[in-house]
């Protein structure tokens, strides 16, 4: 398990990340993604930080608060000395009573959910505290000075955010450095193989900026397992997550057509389907951490094996080809356009034989 400093920072996170969404199922949208409890959430967190993973992320609004609970509860009882472990957790989404202010980047809401987060999940501190989505209705200033607040009192040690475009994160950006607050450090964002389209604008920003990416959804919601078949795609979506929760959204086709060139490089190297989907992203540049989440030991012990994975040139050549993005204006002027000065850079980089 390779550890990778995050963004700009020097602080080091594993290559895999624990993702805490199948803890808890409170509520009708988070019973469809998982139930598990606290026996079943102390076995994972357990096996996960047995395989080298240091990295955990949750959320105040996962199963209304129950999954920060059952995770700080696990930490404590595994007794898990906490410099051994980087705790993520979120704020943004509609969180106790259903009041005006219980959501959102307000000062008031960030304020009231760093305190409800922190004892839930039983810690003095939050390593990565991340901004969940853009809010339209609140000020960038207003969302970074709050932020930078937290941290100064030491609440939080980093600030990060998820779902944003890139133009949010550039403009964020230039006003920490104006105001001198905490800066953007991480974007958790959704990427897989058969969704590169955080490709276009989101990595060349994070490149320029220093920003780290922690993936969500490294296998779409379950698509990219490997379990799925084209020939019959409703009898092999039946009973799983897709059925009842359809979600991220995917063009089934684009994903299908990667899953038989992962298929092919699986079988060849005796491995899952799954394996190749997370290896594929741990091979990519701009990969902080992938975060996984799972239901059964098992599940977490084939998505571990991915960090043992190596993809050859032909492999990465082969997948790359069947997931390429459409060439979309402006980046393919981009393209045309700087390509003579991309080779005099390459070519200024050589240096002499001596």
Wanted: hydrophobic content about 40%; some cysteine.
């Amino acid at each position: 398990m390779r550890l990778k400093p995050l963004g700009s920072t020097g602080l080091f996170v594993s290559e895999l990340c624990l993702g805490t969404m199948t803890f808890g199922g409170q509520g009708e949208m988070w019973g469809k993604i998982g139930t598990l409890q606290q026996a079943d959430a102390d076995r994972l967190v357990g096996r996960a930080l047995d395989a080298g993973i240091n990295f955990i992320d949750t959320a105040d609004v996962y199963s209304e608060g129950v999954s920060e609970q059952i995770t700080g509860q696990a930490l404590r009882n595994l007794k898990v000395p906490r410099e051994n472990v980087v705790v993520a957790t979120k704020v943004y989404g509609e969180t106790g009573t259903r009041a005006a202010n219980s959501r959102g980047m307000s000062r008031y809401h960030i304020m009231d959910g760093v305190k409800a987060s922190l004892k839930r999940l039983q810690l003095d501190h939050i390593d990565l505290y991340q901004i969940h989505g853009f809010d339209p209705a609140t000020p960038i200033e207003e969302m970074m000075r709050a932020m930078d607040t937290l941290v100064q009192h030491g609440h939080v040690r980093y600030v990060g955010v998820s779902n944003w475009a890139a133009w949010q994160i550039a403009k964020a950006q230039g006003i920490a450095e104006r105001l001198g607050t905490a800066r953007i450090q991480s974007l958790q964002a959704y990427y897989t193989i058969a969704g590169r389209d955080l490709e276009r604008e989101l990595v060349p920003m994070m490149q320029s900026e220093g920003v780290g990416l922690m993936v969500w959804s490294p296998l779409a919601g379950g698509f990219l397992s490997g379990k799925y078949d084209r020939k019959d795609n409703s009898t092999s979506e039946a009973g799983s997550r897709r059925a009842s929760f359809d979600f991220p959204p995917i063009n089934r086709e684009r994903a299908y057509d990667c899953i038989d060139v992962m298929r092919g490089i699986g079988e060849a190297k005796g491995v899952s389907v799954a394996q190749v989907a997370l290896a594929w992203l741990l091979h990519q540049d701009a990969v902080s951490s992938v975060i996984i989440g799972a239901k059964r030991i098992e599940q977490l012990e084939d998505n571990i094996a991915a960090t043992r994975v190596s993809l050859s040139a032909d492999d990465l050549a082969a997948l790359d080809k069947v997931s390429a993005l459409p060439a979309e204006y402006p980046g393919w002027m981009f393209i045309r356009q700087g390509e003579m000065r991309r080779a005099q850079l390459a070519a200024a980089r050589v240096r002499p034989a001596a």
